[in-house]
Each structure stands twice: as structure tokens, then as C-alpha cells.
């Protein structure tokens, strides 16, 4: 159950990046329900965004690939006079996805109730983020990923006076990067990268010498389609 948070004052209704334009972007354009990342059987098209986005020739992989497993991540919007978003650069340990950026987040344990419990639990095991500090404001649409997961993205807003503590194994480092950046389309990039054998194109995102790409990437992009692009 999404539950609500006493509102900061710190910014007003007029700048979209602030938080009365965010709540309110927000209102109209999340889900209140973590929706199912489907395709269409005959074409293989992807009904909501996924790996396949820029990539619709792979699209004979899903006649081949077992069910998505489901997954949840914690887009962590933190408040302040400049809202931005709570990234993670995974551990150059992991056996996969070792060194990227991402959101908080991994796979649904049968211990979860759902995904807003998983995201929250997780964002608690990684970085030491307490749901306490988070507002879960609703999802972003499913993203199908070519690694065989089905990521539920909350994106919650987090109040400033938390203390994070990084679980070495599994990150190397929490930043923030400002929300206004990441939704301007002009920053928005694609790149490509040989990925199995085959090219594969994806969406990007370049800060401060930061590479942001794949997946994270790609449900930065759904945020500004749902929240900025009406």
C-alpha cells in the first residue's frame, strides 16, 4: 500500500523539477500497481519498454528464453531544493552487471510481500537507505530485461537526514545526479556495445564521467515518457 509523507515546503508548484511539480507529474503519470511488462506473441513487440526497444531484430530470443523472473527496484527521488536521484555503482565483484550503475533493487524473495516490500528491502540490505526516510509514490512501467528478469521500478521520494551504509559486496558506491539532467531529452543518448556475439543498441546517459546505460537507462527514459512528455 502506497502511503503518504508531510510535504516539504522547499520548492513551488511552478518548477516541474521541484517537489509540488513532481508530486504532481507524478499523480498523473505512475501506476499505482506494478504492471506486466507483455508482448505481442505475433510480433514480439515489447508492450512496454525493455531491452528490446532499440534491438526489435533479437525479438526470435523470447521463443527461447524461459519466463521472466520478477525483480523490483527503489528509483530514489531525494528531496531538497534541487530534487535528484539516488544511484548505485555496483561492486566490480558481482558475477554480473559488475561495475554498472543502478537503482537499488533485485529479485522477489518468497519472503516479500510484494514489489513496493522487495524494493524497500532491498534499498535497506544494499545501501542502508531505512523505509522510514521513503515515500513510495507509485511505478513506472515493467522492464523485461534480455537477462531474463521483469523489474517492477518504485520510484519513492526519500527525506533528507537518512545515513547510508554500503554492503561492500555488492556496492562500491551510492551519488546523487540532478533529476533535471537526467529528464532532459538532450541527454538522453544511445549507445552500442557487442553484447553474445551480436551488436546491441541502448539508451545512455553520460554525467560527470558516469556512464549510465542498458536498463537503468531505459527506465530513466519510461520516467520522462510517463512524468515529462505529455
Avoid at 516539504?8 to 498523473?28: K, L, N, W
Avoid at 548505485?88 to 554498472?100: C, E, I, K, L, V
Avoid at 528491502?121 to 512501467?141: N, S
Wanted: hydrophobic content about 40%; charged content about 25%.
Amino acid at each position: 500500500m502506497l502511503r503518504s509523507m508531510e510535504r516539504s515546503p522547499e520548492v513551488g508548484a511552478d518548477d516541474i523539477y521541484g517537489e509540488a511539480g513532481f508530486r504532481a507529474a507524478a499523480r498523473r503519470g505512475l501506476l499505482s500497481q506494478p504492471s506486466e511488462a507483455i508482448f505481442d506473441p505475433r510480433s514480439g513487440r515489447a508492450l512496454g519498454p525493455s531491452d528490446w526497444d532499440l534491438n526489435p531484430e533479437f525479438k526470435d530470443d523470447l521463443a527461447v528464453m524461459q519466463p521472466p523472473r520478477p525483480a523490483a527496484v527503489l528509483v530514489p527521488i531525494v528531496l531538497g531544493r534541487e530534487l535528484t536521484v539516488m544511484l548505485t555503482q555496483r561492486s566490480n565483484d558481482m558475477p554480473s552487471h559488475a561495475g554498472q550503475i543502478s537503482f537499488p533493487g533485485g529479485k522477489l524473495e518468497k519472503s516479500d510481500a510484494g514489489a513496493i516490500a522487495c524494493a524497500l528491502r532491498e534499498a535497506r540490505e544494499e545501501i542502508g537507505l531505512a523505509a522510514a526516510f521513503i515515500e513510495p509514490l507509485g511505478f513506472l512501467d515493467a522492464y523485461r530485461t534480455g537477462t531474463g528478469f521483469e523489474i517492477s521500478p518504485l520510484v519513492g521520494l526519500v527525506r533528507r537526514g537518512f545515513e547510508l551504509k554500503l554492503d561492500s559486496r555488492e556496492v562500491l558506491e551510492a551519488f546523487e545526479v540532478p533529476l533535471r539532467y537526467l529528464m532532459d531529452p538532450r541527454n538522453q543518448t544511445k549507445g552500442t556495445r557487442t553484447w553474445r556475439g551480436r551488436q546491441r543498441t541502448f539508451y545512455a546517459i553520460t554525467y560527470q564521467g558516469r556512464y549510465i546505460w542498458g536498463a537503468t537507462a531505459g527506465m530513466l527514459k519510461n520516467m520522462h515518457t510517463r512524468l515529462y512528455s505529455a
